[in-house]
T-cell receptor, first 113, second 115 residues
């Protein structure tokens, strides 16, 4: 079974731009969560989507948003990029929410210049 | 609030040594789940183990073993006879019983195994 896939793998943007990252979960998985990893803050939860509904949201500004499609694929968007948004963005999926193990994708490395 | 502490930021061992990675957690939930993930240089988080709060049985998987003690709120991870391929950053994580899939991660422990 194919794992979680994320596109693109690497991205370079400039301040003020916006970016959209994509995540395709493991087949049959309906929950998708997003995490930001930075050297200073570590791994932080952004949000979780389950059956196209946002179930949880972490402590991030409104510039960070996401959505989930009917095929469970998810996108996250960051508007008005700041230098501090440079990070590894990881996506994880599980069959359902709250009871099972999440499996992570390879991540998207975003560099904001 | 949930909190996970991995006091060891970096550990260096020589191949074949045993090494224990410490994890201490805080939660007010009576039901919760604990995880260990491995992050090699490629960046992907690789799942190692999940433990439910109501199951304190320790687990062994090959060279890996985990010691879960609710009395001390600890979930330690031991690698026996370490190998160079074990070099990675290891994360301990906690998920509350009502938190959906929201994981709270510790700061991670970088393990370097030298030949």
């Amino acid at each position: 079974k194919a794992g979680v896939t994320q596109t693109p793998r690497y991205l370079i943007k400039t301040r003020g731009q916006q970016v959209t990252l994509s995540c395709s979960p493991i087949s049959g998985h309906r929950s998708v969560s997003w995490y930001q990893q930075t050297p200073g803050q570590g791994l932080q939860f952004l949000f979780e989507y389950f059956s196209e509904t946002q179930r949880n949201k972490g402590n991030f500004p409104g510039r960070f948003s996401g959505r989930q499609f009917s095929n469970s694929r998810s996108e996250m968007n960051v508007s008005t990029l700041e230098l501090g948004d440079s990070a590894l963005y990881l996506c994880a999926s599980s069959r359902i929410s709250g009871y099972e193990t999440q499996y992570f994708g390879p991540g998207t490395r975003l560099l904001v210049l | 609030a949930q909190k996970v502490t991995q006091a060891q930021t970096e550990i260096s061992v020589v191949e074949k040594e045993d090494v224990t990675l410490d994890c201490v957690y805080e939660t007010r939930d009576t039901t919760y789940y604990l995880f260990w993930y491995k992050q090699p240089p490629s960046g992907e988080l690789v799942f190692l183990i999940r433990r439910n709060s109501f199951d304190e049985q320790n687990e062994i998987s090959g060279r890996y073993s985990w010691n879960f003690q609710k009395s001390t709120s600890s979930f330690n991870f031991t690698i026996t006879a370490s190998q160079v391929v074990d070099s990675a950053v290891y994360f301990c994580a906690l998920r509350g019983g009502n938190a959906g899939n929201m994981l709270t991660f510790g700061g991670g422990t970088r393990l370097m195994v030298k030949p």
